[in-house]
Nanobody, 124 residues
Framework: QVQLVESGGGLVQAGDSLRLSCAAS????????MGWFRQAPGKEREFVATIGGSGTFRYYANSVKGRFTITRDNAQNTVYLQMSSLKPEDTAVYYC?????????????????WGQGTQVTVSS
């Protein structure tokens, strides 16, 4: 079992930056691929970014590529999502997720554990 706790959400203006954090416990973190997903009202939960256990491999959704950066600190059992140049369409609840595998995946159904989510609201 893996417990995930997100933090860092909030209300910002378009063009601002925000960093989300997700603290993990319950599994060897360095062998756990992590992902960030988001869900806007009335929409399906969508992939944002993923990072492998070692941190070497990272993938992003086209909508956030060049603006968001996923990183991890295996010593602190924490994964981050640095979000820059935020747009109103980035408004959503952001979820941290973990796989029982070191390999990344972009499909939400391949993630085994989920956090409770943190709200990000970007005003225009």
């Amino acid at each position: 079992q893996v417990q995930l706790v997100e933090s860092g959400g909030g209300l910002v203006q378009a063009g601002d930056s925000l960093r989300l954090s997700c603290a993990a416990s319950g599994r060897t973190f360095s062998t756990t691929a992590m992902g960030w997903f988001r869900q806007a009202p009335g929409k399906e939960r969508e992939f944002v970014a993923t990072i492998g256990g070692s941190g070497t491999f990272r993938y992003y959704a086209n909508s956030v590529k060049g603006r968001f950066t996923i990183t991890r600190d295996n010593a602190q059992n924490t994964v981050y999502l640095q979000m820059s140049s935020l747009k109103p369409e980035d408004t959503a609840v952001y979820y941290c997720a973990a796989r029982a595998s070191t390999y990344t995946h972009t499909n939400r159904t391949r993630y085994d554990f989920w956090g409770q989510g943190t709200q990000v609201t970007v005003s225009s």
